[in-house]
C-alpha cells in the first residue's frame, strides 16, 4: 500500500520502495542500504541521489562514510504542494500558451471531423477551459443544476473570471428559466456586462434538452455529460459541424428573442 501510493505520486516503484525500506533502518550507508532492498551499490547510490533531490532522503558524513537516512514524512505532503504549485502556473501558462501551438496545425486541413474524448472530472474542465481559446463569441446551451449537483459551482465562477476578466469572451448561453438559475445569474453575474448574455427557455417540457451541455466556439462543438460518477466530455473539430449547430443555436435565440 506505501509503495503504490507512493507511485500514484509520481515516484518509480524503486524510489519508492527505497524510501520505504529506509524509513524503518534509520542512518545506514549506501553499502547496508543496497543488501537490504536487493540492488546493486551503484543503482541503489543513483536512487538515493534522486531522492534526496526531491527533499525525501538527507546523508552526512561520518568518519570517511556517507550516511542517509530517509526524511520525516511530512516531506511527502511538501513534494505534493510543490507539484500543486508548479502544475496550476504551468495549466495557466498553456493556456495562453495553447492558441500559439494551435498555429502549427494551421498547414493542415482537416476534412473529416476529429473527435477527442475526456473521461472524469478533469476531462469535462478540460473540455470547458478548450472554449477559452475560442477566437470570437461562444455559444452554449448550459445546465445549470447538473453543474450544481455535481458540486462544481465554485469552479464555474472561477472559470466565469477567468473568461471574462482574463480573457474577454463573449459568451451567448441559453438557460433553463428556473429559480435556482435566475438566483445564480442575479448572484454573480453583471447582467449590464456585454460579455454575459443569457436567454431563458421558460417552457418547462422542454427543459429535459438541457440533460447535456453543448458549447459551441470556432471550428468545434463540445458536449459535456455531467451525471455523477459518469463525467465525461467530448470535443468535435468540423467546421461544417460548427457550423451548423451556429445556425440552429441563432433560430433558437430568436425564438426566445422578446
Known amino acids: 500500500m506505501f509503495i503504490e501510493k507512493l507511485a500514484e505520486m509520481g515516484l518509480s516503484k524503486n524510489e519508492a520502495r527505497l ?3 529506509l524509513l524503518s533502518m534509520g542512518h545506514q550507508p549506501v553499502s547496508v542500504i543496497a543488501k537490504r532492498v536487493g540492488f ?3 543503482s541503489t547510490y543513483v536512487i538515493l541521489k534522486t531522492l534526496s533531490k526531491k527533499g525525501f532522503v538527507g546523508s552526512y558524513n561520518r568518519s570517511n562514510m556517507k550516511f542517509f537516512v530517509a526524511n520525516d514524512p511530512n516531506c511527502l ?3 505534493v504542494e510543490r507539484k500543486c504549485h508548479i502544475y496550476d502556473n504551468c495549466r ?7 492558441p500559439k501551438y494551435r498555429e502549427l496545425m494551421n498547414n493542415y486541413a482537416f476534412r473529416k471531423p476529429v473527435v477527442t474524448y475526456h473521461e472524469g472530472l478533469e476531462g469535462v474542465k478540460y473540455v470547458l477551459y478548450d472554449a477559452l481559446n475560442a477566437k470570437s463569441s461562444c455559444f452554449a446551451y448550459l445546465c445549470l443544476h447538473k453543474w450544481f449537483r455535481s458540486g462544481l459551482k465554485e469552479f464555474l465562477l472561477e472559470y466565469k473570471d477567468f473568461r471574462i476578466a482574463n480573457k474577454k469572451l463573449p459568451l451567448r448561453a441559453i438557460v433553463p428559466d428556473t429559480p435556482e438559475v435566475r438566483t445564480f445569474f442575479a448572484e454573480n453575474y453583471d447582467m ?3 460579455l454575459t448574455v443569457v436567454r431563458y427557455l421558460e417552457n418547462k417540457k422542454e427543459h429535459d434538452l438541457f440533460e447535456n451541455e453543448m458549447n459551441i466556439y470556432d471550428d468545434k462543438v463540445s458536449i459535456i455529460h455531467l451525471e455523477r460518477g459518469q463525467e465525461f466530455g467530448v470535443i468535435i473539430q468540423s467546421k461544417e459541424i460548427a457550423n451548423m449547430q451556429k445556425g440552429i443555436f441563432q433560430l433558437a435565440w430568436k425564438g426566445l428573442e422578446i
Not at 495557466?92 to 495553447?98: G, P, S, W, Y
Open 92 to 98: 495557466n501558462d498553456l493556456l495562453m500558451l495553447v
Open 77 to 79: 505532503i511538501n513534494y
Open 192 to 194: 449590464d456586462d456585454k
Open 19 to 21: 524510501y520505504v525500506e
Open 40 to 42: 546493486n551499490r551503484t
